[in-house]
């Protein structure tokens, strides 16, 4: 049987926010967790279980209280957000977010393809990436490849996740982070963009976690599903135990008293 290996672990990780403030409160309580190379991982839990902070975590936006953070066994827990983007992408529920708005598509794309590599004063070439940027922008569909000299701020909301997401693959990051990113848009084009998630990350073999409300998502995407409660991870179901789980049997692992 194969081994697998820990992209990212974290190790009894406890996050305090706004210490030695009225509002001072504790998030994520010795919260542990493995998550394995090509891992495609959906989080659930009511409001204030600790999903967001999760990622912030993870991303470096927080600084864990207590714990440490590995990345293929080094550890990253104090490492600048900066020096993260070059192994962890995330996408967010705003569309507005992750794009450059008065960039067109061809030249957000082209910054994402560059994505970790050392900037200095050159010459972009656009227009000689120019057939390599439609043939990107096809793949995700959505009309993107029509819009390649469009500001991204004329876009569609979906336009543009799909954009964000399509940014946020392109150069495969170690880990994919999804918050909640079909959740600000229409129902036909949620299901339409989740679909093409679940695509690319599945055959591209993508190290993913993603935030939903959905249920119905919960359970129909991924290999492994987390339940977060108070900050903790209260259940963690592979693929043969969610596919024996109903929605009613998913909502009873969680409540909604963690607000």
Avoid: W
Avoid at 122 to 136: D, F, M, P, T, V
Avoid at 169 to 185: M, Q, S, V
Avoid at 232 to 244: F, G, S, W, Y
């Amino acid at each position: 049987m194969e081994s697998k290996q820990a992209v990212l672990t974290l190790d009894k990780v406890t996050t305090v926010v706004n210490q030695h403030t009225p509002a001072e409160a504790k998030i994520l309580r010795d919260l542990t967790l493995t998550i394995n190379q090509g891992d495609f991982i959906t989080i659930v839990g009511a409001n204030g279980a600790g999903k967001s902070t999760l990622f912030n975590t993870i991303s470096g936006l927080i600084t864990p209280t207590a714990g440490r953070i590995l990345h293929q066994g080094q550890e990253i827990t104090h490492q600048s957000v900066e020096k993260r983007t070059s192994f962890i992408s995330r996408v967010f529920q705003d569309p507005k977010m992750g794009t450059a708005p008065r960039m067109t598509v061809a030249e957000n794309i082209l910054l994402a393809k560059k994505r970790g590599e050392r900037r200095g004063l050159h010459l972009r070439k656009l227009a000689a990436h120019k057939e390599q940027l439609r043939e990107i922008a096809t793949q995700m569909g959505n009309s993107l490849a029509d819009k390649l000299d469009t500001p991204t701020e004329h876009l569609s909301g979906g336009q543009r996740q799909t954009l964000s997401f399509l940014m946020a693959t392109i150069k495969r990051p170690d880990i994919l982070l999804l918050d909640e990113h079909t959740a600000a848009l229409d129902p036909k084009t949620s299901r339409k963009l989740m679909a093409q998630t679940s695509q690319i990350v599945t055959t591209q073999k993508l190290t993913c976690l993603m935030i939903t409300h959905s249920m119905e998502d919960a359970l129909k995407y991924g290999n492994r599903l987390l339940v977060l409660r108070s900050g903790q991870v209260v259940a963690d179901l592979d693929n043969e135990q969610k596919t024996k789980l109903n929605l009613d049997e998913l909502m009873a692992t969680f409540n909604d008293t963690d607000d």
